[in-house]
């Protein structure tokens, strides 16, 4: 059994670690030690890191009653100097005892019980709450408190206890027995078996950045620490970024971009007007070119490119002329659009001009006696309205 120092002492991270057995599975080389400084994995808290010896200490987990160093190499038993990596300890450290901060926050002010949660140093920790909502105003409140309580420098004291009922627990624990306890001084008790601050000074400062419904629970997610600086840092770089390229000061950029927002949609309405306007003369000017069949007015264009919305958009509109058939293509050099119209009245029907004109490229489409519309990847499409005059006549 191992002797968990890291209880009564999170703050000793180099100590003489004398293996004394020897793990081996399918996840490598792990070593046993009498007594260990080194936190496994467990609680909703990941595990330490660092170093034994020249071995690189890269997991750390319960076996039942040993805790197992699991080493990027092997070395002998014997004493060896260990080191565990204090920056992601102590990230570690601050999420874990800002998360007994939150959740006893969220139980007193809004008499949220926390359901789950996860302790990570190097992305946001996460709480989840059994409520639908959050508003906006209750995260800053609760915020606002944990800061304070965070600046107020509480002592945080950790200690085990026998019986579960002398310590006015938030939750009380399902367990019983020994029990470890985490008290916030003047605030809150817990169960954990975690490594927390000696003091909430040391936590820095507490930010929640996102909240999200994840079934039926609300996430929310924080950052403390240096964590919470990099946050910072990271949405000044981008806000300074964008008030940079507006052009205006940070403050400035909420307003400039909803006066850009409404100019956009006055744009978009205008030029919405202006393309309909140009196809409108567009179809004018192909209808003056039609070629006459019978009592029927042809036209066929073939485009470059040409987006198959707006050749139907042309097609639409060629059908307020009377007695007018249109067939417009578009071929990027690959692939071939074809839109056939025929005006009301006309006894040819669009959707077999569609099907007489792509058959020989072995295509398909589809439409009714007015409009349809089809195409696919072609060779070349140079002789496309080669026949369009007999097949009309034929119809
Ligand atoms: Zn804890």
Redesign the pocket.
Known sequence: MTEKRYFDDPMTTEFTAEIVGTRRDERGFGVILPFTFFYPTG???SNDTGTIGVARVVDVFYDRDDIVHLLDREIELGKYPAKIDWDRRLANMQH??G??ILSAVFWKTLNLETISSH?SGDSPSTIDFEVNSLSDKEILHVEQKANQLIFENRIMRAYFVENKESVPFRRLPKVDGEIRV?EIEDYDF?A?????VLQTGMIGSLKIVRTERVNKKIRIHFVTGRQALASFEQFQYAAQNTANLLKVGVDEISVYVENLQMQLKDAQKELKTLREFSLDVEVENMVQHAEKVGEIWIVTKLFENRNPAELRALAMKSRNYPNIVALLASFDGEKLSLVTSCAEGISVSANDLLQKHLAPFNLRGGGDKSIAQGGGVADGVDEIFKSTVEIVQNS
Do not use: L, V, Y
């Not at 954990?192 to 927390?196: I, L, N, R, V």
């Open positions: 609680g909703g808290q874990h005892s998360q007994h302790i985490i817990s954990c078996g975690g490594t927390h």
